[in-house]
């Protein structure tokens, strides 16, 4: 004769009227992360590294990200595991999930060191990379298998009254700054649906503040971080990439490109250049007289990177009254069969909206220079084949 089924045994039966809770919200934070992570970590491994601003606001950055995976974690724990264990077949998955967030616990620890001292000094970089390259892997399988195998057993043990209100505990254990940097975050990128699906967590007026006040102020952060178009407050583009190869060696590059008494010869708008200091090396200055249709203007500028055949960086300054600042980097590597590919990047880190806004209206080249700055390159390229 068999016995009465163990409470382990006994399926989870929900009270009549249940509605299932809506979990696609879990997929919405967790993509979050997904998006950020790795694109913090392939910003601080490219070339040209971060700028001071944009290092502070990245770090700044990942250090919120870990501070917000500390409380889902928590949320999670104390919130809404406890509700889904009233389904005994769930109790081994839950476990596995909290067994999850302590092996995490160590490499977040390890990002956040790493990010606040990067936040202070450029130099640990390198560290923030190698914390991200250990929380990535352990942290991206957690995430999948919370929305593939735990969401499942939420949706049939929670109901939605219950997920909402776990949700909403969350947001009201958070200050208006808190909702503001995570929410405008969180929804960055966001669908329609998506940014519906989430804005019903918040009060009305608290959302119409959130999204009326706020919004400027996560786009400036977002700039700060990320240094790209959709953030940009300007119409001038924020900087850009062109990539050549050339017959010429890395070592006949560099000779053309370094001196810089020669770079009118293949610039499109610098047309004469002389060093105002000894020539060469981190810290060594020239003055650039550039013109543009109309316009003539020069630009004191500093030597910022010279790894001889690999890399040489400048920054631009301009005077007080236009207070613009600009850097240009050249990477060079040697291709298989000889021969060189130049990538040149530029980006613009500091320029008064006003100023910009004269830029864009009197000077129409300055609004796309992709096809002439590849066109510089290609020059440079010949020059330096015939050295």
């Known amino acids: 004769m068999t016995g009465a089924p163990t409470l382990a045994e006994t399926p989870y039966r929900p009270p009549a009227g249940f509605v299932p809770a809506e979990t696609r919200t879990m997929g919405i934070v967790h993509n979050a992360l997904r998006r950020d992570l790795p694109r913090a970590r392939a910003v601080l491994d490219s070339v040209p590294y971060p700028h001071d601003r944009q290092r502070v606001a990245l770090a700044d950055h990942v250090l919120m990200m870990m501070a917000f995976l500390h409380k889902h974690h928590d949320a999670e724990e104390t919130g809404l595991y406890p509700l889904v264990r009233r389904d005994p077949a769930a109790a081994a998955l839950l476990d596995e999930m909290e067994s999850d967030h302590d092996a995490l616990d160590p490499g977040i620890a390890a990002v956040e060191t790493a990010a606040r001292a990067y936040r202070l000094d450029a130099g640990a970089r390198e560290d923030v990379i190698a914390a991200l390259d250990l929380l990535n892997p352990v942290l991206m399988p957690h995430l999948d298998r919370e929305e593939q195998l735990l969401m499942p057993v939420v949706e ?79 119409k001038v583009p924020c900087g850009g990439t062109n990539t050549v190869t050339v017959a010429a060696t890395p070592e006949q590059v560099w000779a053309v490109l370094t001196d810089v008494t020669r770079v009118g010869e293949w610039s499109h708008e610098c047309h004469r250049a002389r060093w105002l200091s000894e020539p060469g090396g981190v810290g060594a200055r020239f003055v650039g007289a550039n013109r543009a249709g109309w ?48 990538t040149q990047t530029f980006r613009v880190l500091r320029l008064p909206v006003p100023v910009e806004r004269l830029i864009w209206l009197t000077l129409p080249p300055h609004r796309d220079r992709t096809a002439a700055l590849a066109g510089d390159l290609e020059r440079l390229g010949a020059l330096a084949a015939r050295v």
């Open 156 to 234: 049939r043990t929670v109901s939605k009254a219950e997920w909402d209100a776990w949700e909403k505990g969350i947001a009201k254990g958070r200050s208006l700054g808190e909702l503001a940097t995570e929410g405008h975050w969180i929804l960055d990128g966001a669908t329609p649906d998506e940014f519906d699906l989430m804005l019903v967590l918040v009060p009305g007026p608290v959302r119409w503040i959130l999204l009326n006040v706020f919004g400027r102020a996560h786009r400036k952060r977002a700039f700060a971080r990320w240094w790209t178009p959709e953030y940009s407050p300007w």
């Open 295 to 342: 316009s003539r203007w020069s630009r004191p500028c500093t030597v910022t990177a010279w790894e001889p055949g690999r890399l040489f960086a400048f920054r631009t300054r301009g005077p007080r009254l236009v207070n613009d600042c600009s850097e240009w980097t050249f990477a060079l590597e040697p291709v298989p069969g000889g021969g060189t590919r130049i």
